[in-house]
């Protein structure tokens, strides 16, 4: 479980392929504190720990990870947002996120906003999906390559976010440019309300 406040952005250092799988060689500043098997976000995908060496550590996505991500895109020396799994005694500043992507988005704007930006990203969209609560809703929750956000101008299949300059500064927002392909997961508690929703009708 995460928040969705992504505590840096790491580098890759290596890409190593093996059969559908791909090891992901990454560096950041809390390698010494992590361990084998433990769970940490990438751009919002939850992947597990597999090797710890000096300060760079490996984590591994199978072949249906990559399929729904931006994950098999990714070169040597790009930024990935990290986050490490939350902590249940803390204060919940983002919002729940599982670390589950349930798809891609395309950017297609960006615009200055009074020191901030505003992104407009788009997504396919699909009506069976969207009746079980894979949308967007004006004012609530969604994450961007792992990173909390509050939803304006929502649309059947676009949505625009607000971006500070400390996020923008803080996270591979900076990277992000028209066409650039982002992940995104939408709220849980959405989903579950359009599922309960669904079955009642039944």
């Keep these: 479980m995460f928040s969705g406040i992504v505590e840096e952005s790491a580098i890759v250092r290596k890409l190593q392929r093996d059969g559908g799988n791909l090891h992901l060689t990454l560096s950041c500043s ?9 769970s940490v976000a990438h751009n919002g995908v939850c992947l597990t720990v597999v090797n ?13 990870t990559l399929d729904r991500s931006n994950l098999g ?14 902590l249940m005694n803390g204060r919940l500043d983002g919002h729940i996120v599982q670390g589950h992507v349930d798809c891609t988005a395309q950017c297609t704007a960006i615009s ?10 788009e997504y396919l969209f699909n009506r069976e ?18 990173v909390s956000l509050t939803v304006c101008n929502s649309k059947p299949n676009s949505f625009q976010v607000a971006i500070i300059p400390y996020t923008f ?12 392909k982002v992940n995104l997961e939408f709220d849980i508690i959405g989903k579950y309300i359009s599922r309960l929703a669904m079955v009642s009708k039944l």
């Design 169 to 180: 500064e803080h996270t591979n927002f900076r990277d992000i440019r028209v066409g650039s």
């Design 30 to 38: 809390f390698v010494n504190e992590l361990k084998i098997d433990q």
């Design 112 to 121: 200055e906003a009074d020191g901030s930006r505003y992104f407009t990203f």
């Design 129 to 146: 999906m969207a009746e079980q609560g894979y949308v967007t809703v004006e004012k609530g929750s969604v994450t961007v390559n792992g």
């Design 73 to 86: 895109n990714l070169k040597v020396g790009d930024r990935v947002n990290v986050e490490r799994s939350m």
């Design 52 to 64: 710890i060496s000096g300060d760079e550590y490996t984590v591994t996505a199978i072949q249906e």
